[in-house]
DNA sequence: TAAATCCATCAATTTATATTGATGGATTGT
DNA sequence: ACAATCCATCAATATAAATTGATGGATTTA
């Protein structure tokens, strides 16, 4: 049961896909405080049905969302496992790190 | 001086744009380790000038790397502050959620 | 000064993603 | 059974991003 040594993890890859339009991130943003069907979306979001359900695809693919049929509603909720795995794959970038970057204080470039 | 409020912050929507193409991920990885130059990630990398040199600014405009010149070398380092940006922004969706997802016994790496 | 190296940028093409409106499956209420 | 609602999927189009080869600026070496 050898698991692959990093590879640019795919996985990790697709949530930050996933997290790079501005609609989705939107939708993760509502989704934070309450588990929501699409038409709750498509209300809030002001979009066309189809146009969301394209991105919530996108979202689920990528594991940052579940979702569960309730009669003829389907109700988005985000799975925070897999925003833990992104945040963790982030975090070893600073353990690299002798120090933590110096807060510039004119943090131009 | 008016800050805008949680417009889902551009900035961390181009880190995750950023993060999201598999080379790039491979260009922080190595930079991780060390600074580079232009013409070492060529060769580790085994890619064009050109194309490295258009990933290199979209992840530098995303803010996750600095360049600096040296003669004629350009040396690119991480900007680990962005990362933390990026890690803390991933970080307020477990803070809404009553429980920690539960850490799976299978998926240790 | 001339040639070589390192790199960013440009324009043209290719490839990937997003948007739109339409269709149909599943569920519910009449 | 029929109509209405909620949603995913499809095909066509539009938009955005990546790749490629070429060009030229800046720096170093001969």
Chains 1, 2 share one sequence.
């Not at 692959?4 to 939107?26: C, Q, T, Y």
């Not at 003829?72 to 909720?77: F, G, L, P, Q």
Request: overall charge neutral; charged content about 25%; aromatic content about 8%.
């Amino acid at each position: 049961m050898v698991k692959a040594v990093s590879l640019p993890a795919e996985v990790v890859i697709a949530g930050f896909h996933a997290l790079s339009e501005p609609l989705r991130v939107k939708v993760v943003e509502l989704l934070r405080e309450n588990e929501l069907c699409v038409c709750d979306l498509c209300a809030a979001l002001e979009v066309a049905q189809s146009k969301l359900s394209f991105h919530l695809k996108t979202l689920k693919d990528a594991g940052l969302v579940r979702s569960r049929q309730e009669g003829r509603w389907i109700y988005y909720s985000l799975n925070l496992s897999q925003f833990v795995v992104l945040e963790q794959y982030l975090s070893e970038f600073r353990r690299y790190s002798p120090i933590l970057p110096a807060r510039s204080c004119s943090d131009e470039d």
